[in-house]
Nanobody, 118 residues
Framework: QVQLVESGGGLVQAGGSLRLSCAASGRTDSRYIMGWFRQAPGKERLFVAEVNWSGSSIYYTDSVKGRFTISRDNTKNTMYLQMNSLKPEDTAVYYC???????????WGQGTQVTVSS
């Protein structure tokens, strides 16, 4: 079992930046792949980015490439999402998640709200 807690959300103007953190606790000895998802009001939860244990394999959804950077510090059991050049369409609840390959994501945080004003 892994528990995930996000932090760092907030209100920012378009063009601004935020850094989200996801702290993991519990069984963190397993080499989980970790990812970020987001859910805008009235829409489904969508994939944003993921990173493997070593950081050598990273994927982004097209809409955030070049603006968002995912990273992790395994010594701190923490994953990050640096979000730059934020747009109003980035407004959503952001969730962190973890999975043990080849399983799908089965550990989720409670979410943190990101609101980008125009």
């Amino acid at each position: 079992q892994v528990q995930l807690v996000e932090s760092g959300g907030g209100l920012v103007q378009a063009g601004g930046s935020l850094r989200l953190s996801c702290a993991a606790s519990g069984r963190t000895d397993s080499r989980y792949i970790m990812g970020w998802f987001r859910q805008a009001p009235g829409k489904e939860r969508l994939f944003v980015a993921e990173v493997n244990w070593s950081g050598s394999s990273i994927y982004y959804t097209d809409s955030v490439k070049g603006r968002f950077t995912i990273s992790r510090d395994n010594t701190k059991n923490t994953m990050y999402l640096q979000m730059n050049s934020l747009k109003p369409e980035d407004t959503a609840v952001y969730y962190c998640a973890a999975r043990s390959p080849p399983r799908s994501y089965d550990y989720w945080g409670q979410g943190t709200q990101v609101t980008v004003s125009s």
